[in-house]
């Protein structure tokens, strides 16, 4: 998972405690627009990290419901601008293009932004398997500290979110941007083969961020049926995890976390 293109460097300086001042070197993410385009038509623009941007827009339209599968997306083509970046995709299905269209830029932090009607933040969630990986407490935290030795970006800038996928005896699948959902959507498109994401089914999905409820719902596309993540949830994140069957574990530190769904799936 290289980055397109070498990280930034900033020459600052840096004032102590003490009052005085130090010269610093230090990596910043980048952050550009990202338009998601298919058949022809802008149906997104975010601000992202320009890495894995093909991962992206494949996971992007499994998690709008626009495709069902990988294979339905094929290959995106990545087209970049001086202005910024199209990742092109061309599916056969053009009536999913209308089931949830954005009409607006995304800012990196954003979700829902962009969505046409109320009725589009309360979709029923996919309900994921009821089948699970049953962690112990011990392999949960273990898991969440690999994931910070799992992120290059993150390390070297302390400035983008992580979404990994987490398989007893595999190395983690990482993907990192400096938009949570993003993030996501990476992971989901680098994880999708040729089917429909159910080799997922065995597998925890880590989160760097906080949950809210556009986070779960794509967990559920994802298919993981645990999510871990370093902050807590929101009311209506938890209610949409229940109605998709998910266990969701949050404020996950090295000494512990909480539980705020489908706790029978932990092997206490």
């Known amino acids: 998972m290289m980055p397109m293109e070498p990280p930034i460097r900033w020459r600052g300086a840096v004032a102590g405690g003490n009052g005085g001042v130090t010269a610093s070197d230090r990596i910043l993410a980048d952050e550009v627009p990202v338009a998601i385009v298919i058949n022809g038509t802008t149906i997104a623009v975010l601000l992202a990290t320009p890495d894995d941007l093909s991962d992206f827009a494949v996971g992007f339209a499994l998690t709008e419901g626009l495709v069902a599968c990988r294979a339905e997306a094929g290959a995106a083509e990545i ?26 830029a995304g800012p990196s932090g954003c979700g829902l932004c962009g969505v046409e009607s109320l009725a589009a933040v309360h979709t029923r969630p996919r309900v994921v ?41 595999q190395p983690l699948i990482v993907r990192e941007d400096v938009g949570r959902h993003n993030a996501l959507d990476k992971l989901v498109g680098a994880v999708a083969g040729d089917g429909d994401l159910a080799n997922t089914a065995a597998a925890m999905l880590l989160l760097t961020s906080r949950v809210s409820v556009e986070m779960v719902q794509k ?28 266990t969701l574990v949050a404020v996950a530190r090295s000494d512990g976390f909480e539980v705020f769904a489908g706790a029978e799936r932990i092997a206490w």
Do not use: F, K
């Open 79 to 104: 087209v970049h601008h001086p202005e910024g970046i199209e990742a092109r995709l061309s599916i056969a299905d053009t009536d999913a293009l209308t089931v949830r269209r954005r009409t607006i």
């Open 219 to 246: 967990a559920a596309v994802l298919g993981a049926p645990i999510v871990v993540a370093v902050s807590a949830p929101t009311r209506l994140a938890v209610a949409t995890a229940m109605a998709a069957g998910l």
């Open 129 to 169: 398997s009821t089948a699970g990986p049953m962690p112990t407490p011990a392999e949960i935290v273990a898991a969440m500290a690999l994931l910070g030795d799992a992120q290059p970006l993150g390390r070297a800038t302390r400035a983008v979110h992580g979404a990994a996928l987490w398989r007893r005896g």
